[in-house]
């Protein structure tokens, strides 16, 4: 629904082209309860946004049962005769309306929670990789400046430096810790018909609205919230990133490495740690656990970044 959303918004001069309704199950019988059942849901998942396209109730399952609906949610064409052409997706939809710039479509992307769980590694993945990765959940090509990545001390075939491992992470927090540690950043081309990985403008940007919410809950994930249901780690000379990778999958917490860390040499991922990690105190035990190695953690970006501790 967020896709569809920034889609609807994206396309608002293409208005006489289609419309879009958002059609309710027998789940709610007025408006006032359907506004009480997506309260939570616009805060936590539409940026605190209401749907812009019209909502139509069916209280009793007309419409479902007509079409033949079983899952929800459920998209369907319907051409101007009234005719059903099929199911429907965000992109078969933007297919058959006029091609938005490179930027525009960067700017709906950067600030969706995708349902992917993003994984990042040097060992793993180069910038070319990368680039790909990003062309797959923007539907942009993404090209790379090659002189600009040089400049920065990395190539298109070599490793990024960098950790990312964990879910609901939106693109724009992706970007920032993986390519901004490097000084770069994605801009559209010149013919603005495609992203570029080149160098990244000075200007810093506020955290967007996801990124704060999300800050919100890893910090009360961190300093206790949720920790009674899990098991404690008992961590023996064991390599950090492995480590790391555990604890995000033992706690469900998105983790990462520093990236710029790793690219000086000020942080290793084979570096040995040892530990007893509590579920209750994640940041204390994180933080004792990390201090022998000059390290630290922070919630940065949608996730829990190891990085050096500020002198």
């Known amino acids: 629904m967020p896709e569809l959303i920034a889609f609807y918004e994206d396309h608002a001069g293409h208005r006489d082209k289609f419309e879009i309704f958002a059609i309710h199950d027998d789940g709610v019988k007025t408006f006032d309860e359907l506004d009480k059942k997506l309260a939570s849901i616009k805060k936590k998942y539409w940026q605190g946004k209401d749907l812009p396209f019209p909502i139509l109730l069916d209280g009793k399952k007309t419409t479902h049962k007509l079409y033949g609906i079983r899952g929800w949610p459920t998209g369907l064409l319907i051409d101007p005769a009234g005719e059903l052409v099929g199911e429907a997706s965000v992109a078969a939809l933007e297919a058959k309306l006029p091609p938005l710039p490179a930027a525009k479509k960067w700017a709906r992307h950067r600030d969706m929670q995708k349902n992917v769980f993003w994984s990042f590694e040097p060992n793993e993945n180069t910038l070319s990789e990368f680039a790909t990765t990003l062309k797959r959940w923007t539907g942009c090509d993404v090209g790379i400046d090659h002189d600009a990545v040089k400049t920065c001390g990395l190539t298109a075939d070599g490793p990024l430096p960098g950790v990312l491992i964990g879910s609901r992470i939106t693109l724009r927090s992706i970007d920032e810790l993986m390519l901004a540690p490097h000084g770069l950043g994605l801009a559209p081309s010149t013919e603005k018909e495609m992203l570029l990985i080149t160098k990244r403008p000075r200007t810093k940007e506020s955290p967007s609205y996801l990124q704060k919410l999300r800050a919100k809950e890893l910090g009360e994930r961190l300093d206790g919230a949720e920790g009674k249901e899990t098991k404690p780690l008992e961590i ?76």
């Open 236 to 311: 023996k000379a064991q390599p950090l990133l492995d480590t790391m990778k555990l604890i995000g999958r033992e706690y469900n917490l998105p983790v990462a490495l520093d990236a710029r860390a790793m690219h000086t040499g000020k942080l290793d991922p084979q570096a040995k740690v040892s530990g007893y990690i509590a579920p209750d105190q994640l940041r204390k035990s994180l933080v004792k656990m990390l201090e022998p190695l000059g390290l630290t953690v922070e919630v940065r970006h949608e996730a829990i970044v190891v990085l050096p501790t500020s002198k």
